[in-house]
């Protein structure tokens, strides 16, 4: 007898084992797109320890003595923002740090002024982004600084304590 074709069972054999080689493929392929997202938001995160540093190591740089540190907010144009200004005593102007809730960035912009003023609010390099809060409070010499960043439903908190090195 000569066949020519195949039966039934070569077929659901065939069709069930090319079923099972596409799940386990597509089983693979998302699970590293979502390694992947993670990865990605866990980098995007971590800019924040950035922007800490830069901010903490300016505030330690800054005077004792009060007004070398002033912290406002600024509602101009509608945008909630919130400006850190420090004047470190090794350097000649001040440094702004811009916390803007509307684009959830966090910002570093340098200024030669001799007293603080609203520096360019769009200027200045990026420290972080997706930030959704920027504390800074002051009591005798001590800062408390507090950075919130968010990303798809992942959450950054750092806080520290800062004391000004400089008299």
């Known amino acids: 007898m000569s066949s020519r074709g195949l039966t039934l069972i070569e077929v659901l054999v065939a069709t069930s084992i090319s079923s ?11 699970a590293l797109l979502h390694i992947d997202r993670r990865s990605q938001t866990t980098r995007d995160l ?9 901010l903490t190591t300016s505030l330690r740089e800054a005077s004792r003595h009060g007004g070398d540190v002033v912290v ?14 420090v004047m470190a005593r090794r350097q000649i102007g001040w ?16 200024s030669t002024d001799a007293a603080p003023a609203t520096p ?10 997706n ?14 600084v507090r950075l919130v960043a968010e990303k798809n439903g992942q959450r950054i908190r750092l806080q520290t304590q800062v004391w000004p090195r400089n008299e």
């Open 46 to 54: 971590g800019e924040i320890s950035i922007a800490m540093d830069s």
């Open 72 to 85: 406002w907010d600024d509602s101009a144009g509608g945008r909630n923002r919130k400006i850190i200004a």
């Open 95 to 110: 440094t702004y740090f811009i916390y803007d809730r509307g684009r959830r960035e966090f910002r570093r912009v340098e």
């Open 20 to 30: 099972l080689v596409l799940l386990i493929v597509g089983g693979l392929y998302l």
């Open 131 to 144: 930030v959704i809060g920027v504390e800074v409070t002051h009591e005798d010499d001590l800062y408390s």
């Open 120 to 129: 360019p609010l769009d200027a200045g390099r990026v420290l972080a982004r």
